[in-house]
């Protein structure tokens, strides 16, 4: 099965921190961008972060800019999302994505993305 799958999701208070993880599975990985997204309850999906596929180039978006770090292992096919000082808006499912080809920005907007994870939730209590 071609997928990324998640893990690390859970229930932390704000102002903690929690890191998400993500393999991908089936495909070449290093050749693709790896993004992060979110959506809130009631909300659209949005974009958070992502990752050129050689590591070299990141993009957050602003809400997140100097609270979160997305690192990626071409080694093990492992992206990452570290979640610092969070906040009770940051309560939503957390979907890992790979994008259409190696540059960040082709894992930074919906339309160009080739691979979607499930989703793993995170909730932020204030």
């Known amino acids: 099965q071609v997928q990324p799958v998640e893990f690390g999701g859970g229930l932390v208070q704000a102002g903690g921190s929690l890191r998400l993880s993500c393999r991908g599975f089936?495909?070449?990985?290093?050749?693709?961008?790896m993004g992060w997204f979110r959506q809130a309850p009631g909300k659209e999906r949005e974009y958070v972060a992502t990752?050129?596929?050689?590591?070299?180039?990141?993009f957050y978006a602003d809400s997140v800019k100097g609270r979160f770090t997305i690192s990626r292992d071409n080694s093990e096919k492992m992206v990452y999302l570290q979640m610092d000082r969070l906040e009770p808006e940051d309560t939503a499912v957390y979907y890992c994505a790979a994008g259409s080809g190696r540059i960040a920005t082709t894992a930074s907007q919906q339309s160009l993305i080739v691979y979607w994870g499930q989703g793993t939730q995170v909730t932020v209590s204030s």
């Open positions: 089936g495909f070449a990985f290093g050749s693709n961008a």
């Open positions: 990752i050129a596929g050689s590591g070299g180039s990141l």
